[in-house]
DNA sequence: ATGGGGTTT
DNA sequence: AAACCCC
């Protein structure tokens, strides 16, 4: 393994694991690899007291969970669009909260969900970041969690029994190739081996998932992992005990914490984000021993130490699932801490919280959690929100529901499943206490503090979704939001509303017949895509092979092959629908289709262009529109400053900014840092990237005040009337004005737009940059195309793809010289962050 | 609080 | 539709 060389005690190696380490975190960190990895030798010294066959408590049931949790998530991504936000202390702001930050603002003494007012007393360097769009963390967030397709029709299309997105899946395959490549000869594929590896995976959030690896240590034991009576494990063990070789508790654990690792050093490589993990018998424990350490470390809890654990929470709140309500309860039995709810008699709890909850928080108490992982698959609702200081008209409702709309109906449509219901959710302005400050005594008055009323949706708007039509569907779906709003509120009289939400749910998979219709859509739809760019670049290049028919076969090879590659988010499973037909679909309508006309298309070229190349550009012209719409408005006009400078950098320097650290680290570096700073230097396994990898050590950080931006501070635009009503502070926001790293919050909240009302994101883009960006652009102002690349078909390509295929043409003069696929599979992850949209 | 998301009642 | 819960 890529075990770092030890100095702290040289004199162990077959015994350097952390069981019996007494540095603090701060020393002693894990690299994003994998922590130390502990070799223990059976005749070493004595294992943990009370284990093997003589346990106390029998109530193992050979289960190991892992469970992961991102570091500072949303700071993370931002890091990563952004490598120089990693020298500063960093915070994500969401209105006046910073929501979270990175670990350089942590040490300075900024926590989560803090006020910024607040956050810049004790650290008045913060520079912050807008983190009200959460596309950023949800994409990344889908890319960590993979996706569970199900559907039948993947499967027939695939030839996949089980099909599994790439995180795990890269995991596997990590792991059963030093193993069984030559054990179990080539007849595994990687289709067997992906059916091995069968963790489901439950998300919790954006950035924590459970994973059950039961059955993967299983077959692991079995093999030849446990030799010897050597006993290998990974990161920390909780309370230093050392792993017994002789317990089979511990032997499955210890190898659970290997996997652990190898999947965090798959997130990093593949990624570039760092994550804790804790490995324990049930979710409960998995969730509260990741925390022991952080960040970028994993803790394994063995089950003679759970006590200990569970003893060391302060209050009875800390346990997962126990929240506000149950706490007050508990707070009235006089229950306030682990002991006393542990102390206390059932019946007791009974009284107050019904059996079945007493039941369930008693066994919280003792570590016992028999709840499963239960696989998360696709969400199951949609939803963007608002919160703000006053709206109190009806006019302004609505279009606060609009912007909503805009925003929520994009998502739709690249989830494409059929939203049954759409619901309105209101929170009034109330004088009362706020949810936390309720928490202390209080209880009758903070409930009723939101208000929702639902309704279906009519199939008319929901085709209209699908399909991308989104100015077809806006109109009538606001009516239905009105509806339901007016239910809601008494217009006729005064009303003062702080926050508006619009959620669609009841989402259900689209008839055969919808599926065909996006089939083709699908494969085109996205223009930020490594894979997508390569296979575009094959759909246009050479006119002797543009025979629709054919050109969709490699289409589909290549989708196929890829489905570990995904498009914004964008669910592999999604990609169900057969490719026949869809060709069958496309050669019956292409009569029809050919008297269709788009807009800005020459009629003359169109009507050469095979049939089916016909249809397929019918099918996709309003989708790309509203697609260009959304990231117009949301990304790319508050970003294009930051973006543009940053797709300057090439991905080496890329993963640079997110693995190394330039040499402005203190000497209060965190063990994170250390640790990857380390990394360079120490053997790594890295394959297919190990040129980038090289060229980054030798210049580190070559990207450094490549952005200049000086910029307004958030302060002065969304939030000068929320500061109305927090104790002011001008003097951070002067502070603010000096900063130069705020490119994207100073964009998007510049002066212009300061008195909008806290939500200026829409306003900042007109919608008539729709018309003037028009979607198929006819100017032959490209410059010169490369020789292979039909000019006529180039231009019926959208913009978004025409402009990221001539970047790609610029940057590399062999045009038809594409990555491999594996390599295109590499870095696709971190790649897709950079790309402008 | 904020901007999401989930399940149970 | 609200009340819980989680991040
Ligand atoms: N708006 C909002 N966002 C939240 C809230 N709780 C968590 N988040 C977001 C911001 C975090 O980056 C992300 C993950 O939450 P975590 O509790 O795991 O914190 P984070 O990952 O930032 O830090 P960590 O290193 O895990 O301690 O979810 C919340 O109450 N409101
Ligand atoms: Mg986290």
């Given at each position: 393994m890529d075990v770092e060389s030890d100095d702290r005690d040289p004199g162990r190696a077959l015994c350097s694991g952390q069981w019996d380490s007494d540095l603090s975190d701060e020393d002693d960190g894990q690299s994003w690899r994998c922590d130390v990895t502990g070799l223990r030798d059976v005749t070493d010294t004595a294992p943990a007291q009370g284990s093997s066959a003589h346990r106390q408590c029998p109530l193992s049931d050979g289960s190991v969970i892992v469970h992961f949790d991102l570091d500072c998530f949303y700071a993370q991504v931002e890091m990563l669009r952004n490598p120089e936000l990693r020298n500063v202390p960093l915070g994500v702001q969401q209105k006046y909260l910073v929501v979270t930050c990175n670990y350089v603002a942590r040490r300075m003494g900024v926590n989560k969900l803090m006020t910024v007012t607040a956050a810049r007393e004790r650290c008045p360097r913060l520079v912050l970041v807008s983190g009200e769009d959460l596309t950023h963390y949800r994409e990344m967030s889908d890319q960590v969690t993979g996706e569970q397709p199900k559907s039948l029709e993947i499967m027939a299309c695939t030839g996949f029994e089980t099909t599994r997105a790439f995180p795990m899946e890269e995991a596997l395959g990590f792991i059963h190739q030093?193993?069984?490549?030559?054990?179990?000869?080539?007849?595994?594929t990687n289709n067997e081996l992906l059916r091995r590896f069968s963790g489901a995976v439950e998300r919790l959030g954006f950035d924590e998932n459970f994973i059950d690896v039961s059955d993967t240590v299983r077959t692991w034991t079995t093999e030849k992992f446990t030799s010897e009576g050597m006993l290998s494990f990974e990161g920390h063990v909780y309370d230093h005990k050392a792993p017994d070789p002789l317990d089979p508790v511990h032997i499955r654990l210890a190898l659970g914490s290997k996997i652990a690792a190898m999947m965090r050093e798959q997130l990093h490589r593949q990624l570039g984000l760092t994550s804790c993990a804790g490995i324990a018998e049930n979710k409960l424990l998995a969730k509260l021993v990741c925390s022991a350490h952080k960040p970028n470390q994993q803790t394994l809890l063995l089950p003679e130490s759970v006590d200990k654990l569970l003893t060391s929470l302060e209050r009875p709140s800390q346990l997962p699932g126990i929240g506000q309500s149950t706490s007050m309860k508990l707070k009235r039995l006089g229950v306030n801490s682990m002991d006393t709810l542990r102390a206390c008699p059932l019946e007791k709890l009974e009284s107050e919280l019904g059996s079945e909850q007493a039941n369930t928080i008693k066994n919280l108490s003792r570590g016992v959690d028999p709840s499963p992982i239960n696989p998360s698959g696709l969400p199951q609702s949609l939803s963007d929100e608002d919160s703000f200081k006053n709206c109190s008209s009806e006019e302004a409702a609505k279009q606060k529901m609009e912007e909503l709309l805009k925003k929520v109906l994009p998502r739709l449509h690249k989830d494409g499943r059929l939203p049954g219901t759409v619901r309105v959710t209101i929170r009034r302005a109330f004088s009362g206490k706020s949810q936390r400050d309720a928490a202390g005594l209080n209880d009758t008055m903070h409930c009723l503090r939101r208000e929702s009323r639902q309704c279906p949706v009519p199939t008319a708007a929901q085709r209209q979704v699908q399909q991308g039509d989104f100015l077809q569907a806006t109109r009538p779906l606001l009516v239905i939001l009105m509806k339901l709003f007016h239910k809601l509120v008494d217009v006729t009289k005064p009303f003062h509303l702080t926050l508006i939400n619009v959620c669609f749910c009841k989402l259900t998979r689209p008839s055969n017949k919808d599926i065909t219709e996006r089939s083709i859509d699908d494969l085109l739809a996205s223009s930020s895509h490594l894979s997508q760019s390569k296979m575009l670049k094959r759909f246009i290049s050479g006119n002797d092979d543009f025979e629709g028919r054919r050109t969709f076969e490699e289409l589909k090879s290549l989708s196929t092959k890829d489905s570990v590659s995904n498009v914004e988010g964008q669910p592999t499973r999604k990609r169900q629908r057969t490719m026949h037909d869809a060709l069958k679909r496309a050669e019956c309508q292409a009569t029809s289709s050919s008297q269709a006309t788009v807009q800005n298309v020459d009629r003359e070229v169109f009507l050469q262009l095979p049939v089916d190349i016909q249809e397929e550009i019918l099918a996709n012209c309003p989708r790309e529109q509203a697609c260009l719409l959304s990231t117009l408005v949301s990304s790319t006009e508050p970003h294009s400053v930051h973006q543009v400078e940053v797709e300057k950098q090439k991905f080496s320097d890329r993963l640079t900014g997110c693995t190394a650290l330039p040499e402005c680290l203190t000497t209060e570096a965190p063990c994170m840092e250390q640790e990857v700073r380390q990394e360079p230097v120490s053997p790594i396994k890295i394959v297919l990237e190990e040129d980038r990898f090289l060229t980054k050590h030798n210049s580190?950080?070559?990207?450094?005040?490549e952005i200049v931006t000086t910029t307004i501070s958030p302060l002065h635009g969304d939030f000068t009337e929320w500061q109305d009503e927090e104790p002011d502070n001008r003097l951070t926001d002067l502070d603010a004005t000096k900063n130069t790293h705020i490119s994207r919050s100073g964009t998007r909240f510049s002066s212009d737009e300061r008195n909008a009302d806290f939500d200026l994101r829409t306003s900042t883009t007109p919608n008539t940059l729709l018309d003037q960006k028009s979607d198929f652009t006819c100017s032959s102002d490209h410059g010169s195309l490369p020789n292979d690349v039909d000019p006529q078909v180039f231009r019926f390509l959208p913009a978004a793809i025409q402009n990221e295929l001539l970047a790609s043409w610029r940057a590399t003069p062999h045009v038809c010289e594409t990555p491999s696929l594996k390599a295109a599979k590499q870095s696709q992850g971190i790649e897709r962050y950079f790309k402008k949209k």
């Open positions: 030093p193993t069984t490549n030559k054990q179990t000869q080539g007849n595994s580190p950080c070559t990207s450094t005040s």
